[in-house]
């Protein structure tokens, strides 16, 4: 080996044991890596066995080919994790053949040396693991090993945890965060920062409003908050239809207020609030009660309307009606008077994207904005609606705006900022991650006197109960199962602080006023479908209020591989990185053939003969002669008139899979629950 050898840049020197692992590097490359065993003589510590590492085992070499490599080298490198007598007996050595002056106590990876690597390393290029510190290839290693151990997780969570492992330099907290440790320096994924528009704000004595309105304003605010001032710049009280973009709790629900008010108490048309559950319609008919019951008539029309229309709560008359889509829609399909309408706000239009019930509201602006039309040509005092459409979350407003025939109003201000935490755990362990992180903030503070509060969202009303049961602190399940009074309570209490957490479903992700500073999601899905961006950018911006919190927490637990239902394409670990990195969708109405038969009845029943120009007018593509052909098939339509049949299913909201089964259901006498139950069941088993 000697006469091979030439010329060796680095002899390194680790102590293993009672021997020294030795590796000999030329280039950058190493020549070979071998085991020393000193003994001890009466001249002081000379080799003693040199066995050389080869693929089958070890090559015993003369003692003296040590010396003769040492000689070699141009440096001696001497591990600094050698104990102080290892140090001693080579620094002996190697004076005894004059090679002294060539060795060096360096700082090295202990892990490199055992597999015969020489890696030098600095407080900078190293990882602490165990107590010392290691290379940050070997760190990266001890991971992925710790990782295999603990589960599969996906590339983008190993690479996070890498990127984390690197910038923190502590092998042993990052392993914890697999544990379920929240050490938030480690969990915070980033930071969405706060940000200010430069928006002059308009003040409110300039506003030339109906003056019960004008005083109102008057009485709350000296300027309007910055969307708002937006909105008037751009023709809100001049009539003009909007479309307002802007984050929760920068008072875009004030923009609908001020307009319906003022053109309602000008004799203009009532207004219409809409929005998509009926959770959202019962409070806000609650706040229109009592800030504006003085002024107006506030009635509400929910989606339940449509089975029990007994007329008990729903005046149409009233001043503001305060309605769920489909409760209004209802009302068109079945040919109620809604009198003269002034202004429709459509609160979360957003929804125009999701399965299911995109389509419906839809549908429903198209046949409100022909019954608008209708009426105003028949009555010359009537002038038509002024419509504001509402959202905190669009991915393409530009062109949303533009197919609702509507100016864009897009403010992006953030009021507070908001930090992204991510964490690792199993089923089993998120409630307990989740009791430590409700505990943790409502034992704070913030800035303006108000506690720390909690919304978990999860994925099914089940796991709300369950979840809310295992907290310490004061908390409660909410959901669409609860009745209402049931409901209030628990949004009483919350907002006197006696709550430190609600556990909900997607019912809260729509904007039901809970001030909470934080968000925790126990699952990445609502029911057995992923989040979309829109949807989870949608419940995170809950998480934070101006008026009383400093900055906003979101937390997302996610366990490593798993899945809520065998029809799901990823695991919730790559989900979770999606939704952190990814674009927000753009909102876009997508039509089956089910969801276009439906709509194009609907619009046969409201609209006649003008059901095609309605179909045309759609923020969707509507495949309108496909359906109309499909309606004449199954008998819903006899020319552009429907049936008795056809007017039965759109007045109940039936699809045609449902009205079939339902119609043979009857034909051969089941039980009527039967019949509910089979056609709850029809999703089930597509």
């Given at each position: 080996m000697s006469k091979q050898v030439q010329r060796v840049d680095t002899l390194f020197l680790h102590e293993v044991g009672d021997d020294y692992a030795v590796v000999a590097r030329r280039d950058g490359e190493r020549l070979f890596h071998a085991r020393l065993q000193t003994k001890e003589t009466d001249a002081g510590p000379r080799p003693g066995k040199f066995r050389v590492k080869t693929a089958n085992g070890e090559d015993p070499r003369s003692p003296d080919e040590f010396v003769e490599i040492a000689r070699l080298a141009d440096r001696i490198r001497v591990s600094e994790q050698t104990s102080r007598g290892g140090r001693r007996e080579v620094r002996d050595l190697l004076d005894g053949y004059q090679l002294?002056?060539?060795?060096?106590?360096?700082?090295?990876?202990?892990?490199?040396?055992?597999?015969?690597?020489?890696?030098?390393?600095?407080?900078?290029?190293?990882?602490?693991?165990?107590?010392?510190?290691?290379?940050?290839?070997?760190?990266?290693?001890?991971?992925?090993?710790?990782?295999?151990?603990?589960?599969?997780?996906?590339?983008?969570?190993?690479?996070?945890?890498?990127?984390?492992?690197?910038?923190?330099?502590?092998?042993?907290?990052?392993?914890?965060?697999?544990?379920?440790?929240?050490?938030?320096?480690?969990?915070?994924?980033?930071?969405v920062s706060a940000n200010t528009d430069d928006v002059d704000p308009y003040p409110v004595s300039d506003l030339d409003l109906h003056p019960g309105v004008q005083v109102l304003l008057e009485d709350r605010f000296e300027t309007l908050l910055p969307v708002q001032s937006l909105s008037v710049q751009n023709g809100l009280t001049d009539g003009e239809d909007q479309l307002v973009v802007s984050a929760t709790a920068t008072g875009k629900t004030l923009i609908g207020e001020i307009a319906g008010l003022h053109r309602a108490l000008s004799g203009n048309g009532k207004l219409l609030f809409l929005v998509p559950l009926v959770a959202l319609a019962n409070q806000k008919h609650e706040d229109f009660e009592d800030e504006y019951g003085d002024l107006v008539d506030v009635s509400i029309r929910v989606?339940?309307?449509?089975?029990?229309?007994?007329?008990?709560?729903?005046?149409?008359?009233?001043?503001?009606?305060?309605?769920?889509?489909?409760?209004?829609?209802?009302?068109?399909?079945?040919?109620?008077?809604?009198?003269?309408?002034?202004?429709?706000?459509?609160?979360?239009?957003?929804?125009?994207?999701?399965?299911?019930?995109?389509?419906?509201?839809?549908?429903?602006?198209?046949?409100l904005k022909h019954y608008?039309?209708?009426?105003?040509?028949?009555?010359?005092?009537?002038?038509?609606?002024?419509?504001?459409?509402?959202?905190?979350?669009?991915?393409?407003?530009?062109?949303?705006?533009?197919?609702?025939?509507?100016?864009?109003?897009?403010?992006?201000?953030?009021?507070?900022?908001?930090?992204?935490?991510?964490?690792?755990?199993?089923?089993?362990?998120?409630?307990?991650?989740?009791?430590?992180?409700?505990?943790?903030?409502?034992?704070?503070?913030?800035?303006?006197?108000?506690?720390?509060?909690?919304?978990v969202?999860?994925?099914?009303?089940?796991?709300?109960?369950?979840?809310?049961?295992?907290?310490?602190?004061?908390?409660?399940?909410?959901?669409?199962?609860?009745?209402?009074?049931?409901?209030?309570?628990?949004?009483?209490?919350?907002?006197?602080?006696?709550?430190?957490?609600?556990?909900?479903?997607?019912?809260?992700?729509?904007?039901?006023?809970?001030?909470?500073?934080?968000?925790?999601?126990?699952?990445?899905?609502?029911?057995?479908?992923?989040?979309?961006?829109?949807?989870?950018?949608?419940?995170?911006?809950?998480?934070?209020?101006?008026?009383?919190?400093?900055?906003g927490k979101v937390y997302m637990l996610v366990e490593p591989d798993a899945v809520y239902h065998n029809s799901m394409e990823m695991s919730e670990d790559e989900v979770a990185f999606k939704l952190l990195k990814g674009e927000m969708e753009d909102v876009v109405t997508a039509y089956d053939q089910n969801a276009a038969i439906e709509e194009v009845l609907a619009n046969i029943v409201v609209g006649g003969s003008a059901a095609k120009r309605l179909s045309e007018r759609m923020v969707g593509d509507v495949p309108t002669k496909h359906a109309v052909g499909k309606l004449l098939e199954y008998g819903f339509i006899d020319g552009l008139e429907p049936t008795d049949l056809g007017r039965t299913v759109t007045t109940h909201f039936l699809d045609p899979d449902e009205a079939f089964k339902m119609l043979d259901g009857v034909r051969k006498g089941l039980d009527p629950y039967r019949i509910a139950a089979e056609i709850e069941l029809l999703g089930e088993e597509d």
């Amino acid at each position: 080996m000697s006469k091979q050898v030439q010329r060796v840049d680095t002899l390194f020197l680790h102590e293993v044991g009672d021997d020294y692992a030795v590796v000999a590097r030329r280039d950058g490359e190493r020549l070979f890596h071998a085991r020393l065993q000193t003994k001890e003589t009466d001249a002081g510590p000379r080799p003693g066995k040199f066995r050389v590492k080869t693929a089958n085992g070890e090559d015993p070499r003369s003692p003296d080919e040590f010396v003769e490599i040492a000689r070699l080298a141009d440096r001696i490198r001497v591990s600094e994790q050698t104990s102080r007598g290892g140090r001693r007996e080579v620094r002996d050595l190697l004076d005894g053949y004059q090679l002294a002056e060539k060795a060096k106590v360096v700082r090295t990876c202990r892990y490199c040396a055992g597999n015969g690597r020489y890696s030098p390393i600095t407080d900078e290029r190293s990882v602490e693991a165990d107590g010392e510190r290691i290379c940050q290839d070997c760190a990266i290693r001890e991971l992925e090993r710790e990782l295999a151990f603990k589960g599969d997780l996906t590339g983008a969570a190993e690479d996070r945890l890498e990127e984390l492992l690197l910038d923190v330099g502590d092998l042993d907290r990052i392993v914890g965060l697999l544990e379920g440790q929240l050490d938030p320096d480690l969990t915070k994924f980033d930071e969405v920062s706060a940000n200010t528009d430069d928006v002059d704000p308009y003040p409110v004595s300039d506003l030339d409003l109906h003056p019960g309105v004008q005083v109102l304003l008057e009485d709350r605010f000296e300027t309007l908050l910055p969307v708002q001032s937006l909105s008037v710049q751009n023709g809100l009280t001049d009539g003009e239809d909007q479309l307002v973009v802007s984050a929760t709790a920068t008072g875009k629900t004030l923009i609908g207020e001020i307009a319906g008010l003022h053109r309602a108490l000008s004799g203009n048309g009532k207004l219409l609030f809409l929005v998509p559950l009926v959770a959202l319609a019962n409070q806000k008919h609650e706040d229109f009660e009592d800030e504006y019951g003085d002024l107006v008539d506030v009635s509400i029309r929910v989606g339940s309307s449509r089975i029990r229309d007994d007329g008990q709560a729903f005046d149409p008359n009233a001043d503001v009606i305060v309605g769920t889509y489909e409760g209004i829609d209802h009302a068109l399909r079945t040919g109620r008077d809604l009198g003269d309408v002034g202004t429709v706000v459509i609160d979360e239009v957003h929804t125009l994207q999701e399965e299911g019930r995109g389509h419906r509201l839809d549908g429903l602006i198209t046949r409100l904005k022909h019954y608008c039309e209708q009426r105003a040509q028949a009555r010359e005092s009537y002038a038509g609606a002024q419509w504001i459409y509402l959202s905190a979350t669009v991915g393409n407003p530009g062109g949303l705006a533009k197919k609702l025939r509507a100016n864009l109003v897009e403010f992006e201000e953030r009021p507070v900022p908001i930090e992204r935490h991510v964490t690792f755990a199993d089923g089993q362990e998120k409630p307990r991650i989740t009791n430590k992180l409700v505990r943790r903030e409502y034992d704070k503070e913030s800035s303006k006197g108000y506690r720390g509060q909690t919304i978990v969202f999860t994925n099914s009303r089940r796991r709300c109960h369950e979840v809310a049961r295992k907290l310490d602190y004061p908390a409660a399940a909410y959901h669409a199962g609860l009745d209402y009074g049931k409901r209030k309570q628990v949004e009483r209490q919350f907002g006197d602080q006696d709550l430190a957490a609600v556990v909900t479903t997607a019912a809260l992700a729509a904007g039901v006023d809970f001030p909470a500073s934080q968000v925790v999601f126990d699952t990445l899905a609502m029911g057995i479908e992923w989040l979309t961006v829109q949807e989870f950018e949608q419940m995170l911006g809950r998480a934070g209020r101006p008026d009383y919190h400093d900055r906003g927490k979101v937390y997302m637990l996610v366990e490593p591989d798993a899945v809520y239902h065998n029809s799901m394409e990823m695991s919730e670990d790559e989900v979770a990185f999606k939704l952190l990195k990814g674009e927000m969708e753009d909102v876009v109405t997508a039509y089956d053939q089910n969801a276009a038969i439906e709509e194009v009845l609907a619009n046969i029943v409201v609209g006649g003969s003008a059901a095609k120009r309605l179909s045309e007018r759609m923020v969707g593509d509507v495949p309108t002669k496909h359906a109309v052909g499909k309606l004449l098939e199954y008998g819903f339509i006899d020319g552009l008139e429907p049936t008795d049949l056809g007017r039965t299913v759109t007045t109940h909201f039936l699809d045609p899979d449902e009205a079939f089964k339902m119609l043979d259901g009857v034909r051969k006498g089941l039980d009527p629950y039967r019949i509910a139950a089979e056609i709850e069941l029809l999703g089930e088993e597509d």
